[in-house]
């Protein structure tokens, strides 16, 4: 594992001035008469850690695809490093959410990272030692060293998992979106890859947009939280929005935030969602809006 010192992060004024690499306005996704979500105003600064939570079908992946490009709002403003979404590519990391590979995939796990580093550089490419060290630091880094030479379609869920967050990385990402990287990974990993990311963006200022559904992991790194549900979301500081009151009000129905040897632990959240439709939205609820005091955040 990387031991080395994180540097700390930029200060939220210094991360207020910069300009942001992701800026959402008025954002609605719809899919047919069903909407996800609606009047969404988001931006995320360079070196930011926005955790977004939210049941299932809450419209998470489709968040990150949005920023992606692979998706278009249907209404709404975008713009992603600057420019519409799907022509930042080459500085964007994405680990989509885990998915099993065909088990006679013969790409070996050093050969995915390292084209990582080679894939999107433009200018000057790093040399083949350069890039093998800088391959074998993030294998490291992630636990992936003992396993880098088996092919990824006979590695475990969990193995893989790992593999995808340094070929993510790899890439140098100014923006990094993560789909659960943490799902099928057990504890030791879970704070591995979680460390390695907070360090990237501490060091590297780069902006990371992580779905997941626990807080915890993620709770002392979180600057912000988005939280998608079926009244609306809600955007702030951790502090703000995993409260029972904020959750009450996001899920329409009493839900219990309570703090148990520091983890946040949220009770009576109902399993699964069922997304609003047009006409039928949160306007006008006042949950779909930032917090008062949150000013400047979203
Ligand atoms: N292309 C599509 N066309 C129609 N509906 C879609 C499409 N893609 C996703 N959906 C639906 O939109 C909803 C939100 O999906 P999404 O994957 O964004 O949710 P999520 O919050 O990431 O869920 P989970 O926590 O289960 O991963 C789901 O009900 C899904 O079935």
Known sequence: MDRTEAPAPPSRRDAALAAPVISLHGGTLAYGGRVLWQALDLDVRPGEFLAVLGPNGSGKTSLLRVILGRRHLT?????????????????IGYVPQHRSLPAHTLVRARDAVRLGVYGHRWGPRPGRRAARRRADELLEAVGAAPF?????????????????????????????????????????????????????RRSADTAVVFVTHEINPVLGMA??????????????????????????RLYGTRVDVVHVGGRVVVVGAPDGTVP????????????????PGDGGRT
């Open 223 to 248: 600057d912000r939280v988005l939280y998608l549900a079926p009244a609306g979301f809600r955007v702030g500081p951790p502090e703000d929005v995993m409260t029972t009151s904020a959750l009450t």
């Open 276 to 291: 609003h439709h047009h006409g039928n939205g949160p306007h006008g609820t006042g949950v779909n809006a930032a917090a």
């Open 148 to 200: 880098a030479d088996v092919p990824l379609g006979r590695l475990s869920g969990g193995e893989h998992q790992r593999v995808r967050v340094a070929q993510a990385l790899a890439t140098d990402p100014r923006l990094l979106l993560c789909d659960e990287p943490l799902l099928s990974l057990d504890l030791q990993y879970q704070s591995a890859v979680t460390a390695l990311i907070d360090r990237r």
């Open 75 to 91: 209404a709404g403003s975008l713009t992603v490093l600057g420019h519409a979404a799907g022509q930042a590519g080459r500085h």
